[in-house]
T-cell receptor, first 114, second 122 residues
Framework: AQSVTQLDSHVSVSEGTPVLLRCNYS??????LFWYVQHPNKGLQLLLK??????LVKGINGFEAEFKKSETSFHLTKPSAHMSDAAEYFC????????????FGQGTRLTINP | GAVVSQHPSRVICKSGTSVKIECRSL??????MFWYRQFPKQSLMLMAT?????????EQGVEKDKFLINHASLTLSTLTVTSAHPEDSSFYIC??????????????????FGPGTRLTVL
């Protein structure tokens, strides 16, 4: 069975400073991993995905994540936070077989301080 | 491309009534659609997987008779909450996948999410 743990329920950073949202996964197989963002009253948007190609994945809006198998981690980073980055972020794992269902982490709420 | 819509975006109903939520893929055909539930300040929990033309597969703990899912066409899936009660109040989100899984690098693996429907049962 797959699972993900987002280590922080809430992260607060100042505008212009780096962002780090932490995620650890558990999977019996080589997983597909995703980061989604959810803005208030809006649908989920895919930021980036890892599917066993390059371990450093670049996504939209300047975000990137690095797959580290030895640490079973897939942390999301951004060099410089923008006010518009304030949202809820979900780390997601998917199995490679069957229906390829998505399993969501608990979410991390990112707050950006001016 | 790959836009998914949900209707209604918000619904308030009385306890005991049934509510239907529609999920549509607007610019692609979705052989598989998923229904999720999200409680306030919590994560998304998969309720069921529906494949066009066949019965939905429900996750453990989800009542089939309470949450009726129909996926009658390649662009439409519906979730009906029957005899709704206040504890059914939640944010319901659907997603759609373009085609059958074709390997981890295939774009067909990606799920595209609708904006969600907020259900309030009084």
């Amino acid at each position: 069975a797959q699972s993900v743990t987002q280590l922080d329920s809430h992260v607060s950073v100042s505008e212009g400073t780096p962002v780090l949202l932490r995620c650890n996964y558990s999977s019996s197989y080589s997983p597909s991993l995703f980061w989604y963002v959810q803005h208030p009253n809006k649908g989920l948007q895919l930021l980036l995905k890892y599917t066993s190609a390059a371990t450093l994945v670049k996504g939209i809006n300047g975000f990137e994540a690095e797959f580290k198998k030895s640490e079973t981690s897939f942390h999301l980073t951004k060099p410089s936070a923008h006010m518009s980055d304030a949202a809820e972020y979900f780390c997601v794992v998917s199995d490679l077989g069957g229906a390829q269902k998505l399993v969501f982490g608990q979410g991390t709420r990112l707050t950006i301080n001016p | 491309g790959a836009v998914v819509s949900q209707h209604p975006s918000r619904v308030i109903c009385k306890s005991g009534t049934s509510v239907k939520i529609e999920c549509r893929s607007l610019d692609f055909q979705a052989t598989t659609m998923f229904w999720y539930r999200q409680f306030p300040k919590q994560s998304l929990m998969l309720m069921a997987t529906s494949n066009e033309g066949s019965k939905a597969t429900y996750e453990q703990g989800v009542e089939k008779d309470k949450f009726l899912i129909n996926h009658a066409s390649l662009t439409l899936s519906t979730l009906t909450v029957t005899s709704a009660h206040p504890e059914d109040s939640s944010f319901y989100i659907c997603s759609a996948r373009k085609g059958a899984p074709a390997g981890p690098l295939s774009s067909y693996n990606e799920q595209f999410f609708g904006p969600g429907t907020r259900l309030t049962v009084l």
